[in-house]
């Protein structure tokens, strides 16, 4: 088991030192954030009106329209490990051993203020990149249905999402394949919050 685990961690920082082909990035005037979680990376959008729009379906769940909402925060999960995990002092041998094995996946969706001084991995999208990655992060949810009770507070809320999450295809993975769906530089696998720090540092240096 032991010698699985390192394996395992090798292979993420291969990953995510290996580009995944594109050349987008680093050089467009939309600022997008990815912020490190407890768990994972989240994205932080800006809440402008189109990405306010796109999240329609949130609206009744989660307060986009509340004063001082700038940024809409947005990651992708293991529905048993995700809706009940706000922090490493949350886990369970329930909650590990289930998305280790295969899980149903849900889009999580919550909201920001001002994020100044708290957030430093920056991305500098076009405005073509960043619909593109708009697009891409809810093509993950293509008919959002909210799951009753499963937020962690009033200002956010987990939907049902498609693809299914296990080891090879974690949270973090799924940052790096909605990167390069939208056609942004990044490292090829990233399975752990390491791999998507080093993968960004990396491939976004700028």
Same mark, same amino acid.
């Given at each position: 088991?032991?010698?699985?685990? #390192?394996? &395992?961690?090798?292979?993420?920082? #291969?990953?995510?030192? *290996?580009?995944?082909?594109?050349?987008?990035?680093?050089a467009g005037e939309v600022t997008v954030y990815l912020v490190a979680g407890p768990i994972h990376y989240d994205f932080l959008?800006?809440?402008d009106a189109e990405t306010l729009e796109a999240f329609h379906f949130a609206k009744g769940h989660v307060?986009?329209?509340a004063p001082g909402v700038?940024?809409?925060? /947005?990651?992708?999960?293991? +529905? @048993?490990? &995700?809706?009940?995990?706000?922090? &490493?002092?949350?886990? $369970?041998?329930?909650? /590990? *051993?289930?998305?280790a094995t295969g899980d149903r996946s849900v889009l999580h969706v919550s909201v920001a203020g001002d994020v100044t001084g708290h957030v430093?991995?920056?991305? $500098?999208?076009? @405005?073509q990149e960043y619909r593109a990655l708009r697009a891409a992060i809810l093509s993950t949810?293509?008919?959002?249905?909210?799951?009753p009770g499963a937020g962690f507070s009033e200002w956010d809320a987990f939907f049902e999402a498609e693809?299914?999450?296990?080891?090879? +295809?974690?949270?973090? /993975? *799924?940052? @790096?394949?909605?990167?390069?769906?939208?056609?942004?530089?990044?490292?090829? *696998?990233?399975?752990?919050? &390491? @791999? /998507?720090?080093? $993968? +960004?540092?990396?491939?976004?240096?700028?």
């Open positions: 088991m032991p010698g699985a685990i #390192i394996a &395992y961690l090798i292979a993420a920082l #291969i990953g995510a030192l *290996w580009p995944n082909g594109e050349t987008g990035g680093g959008l800006p809440a307060p986009l329209d700038d940024w809409v925060v /947005v990651g992708w999960g293991s +529905r @048993a490990f &995700y809706t009940a995990t706000g922090g &490493y002092s949350d886990l $369970s041998l329930g909650t /590990v *051993w289930r998305p430093d991995r920056q991305l $500098s999208l076009t @405005a949810a293509p008919d959002p249905t909210p799951i693809g299914r999450f296990h080891l090879l +295809r974690t949270c973090n /993975v *799924w940052v @790096a394949e909605v990167l390069r769906a939208a056609g942004l530089r990044f490292g090829r *696998w990233t399975p752990t919050p &390491y @791999a /998507v720090t080093v $993968s +960004r540092l990396i491939h976004h240096s700028s």
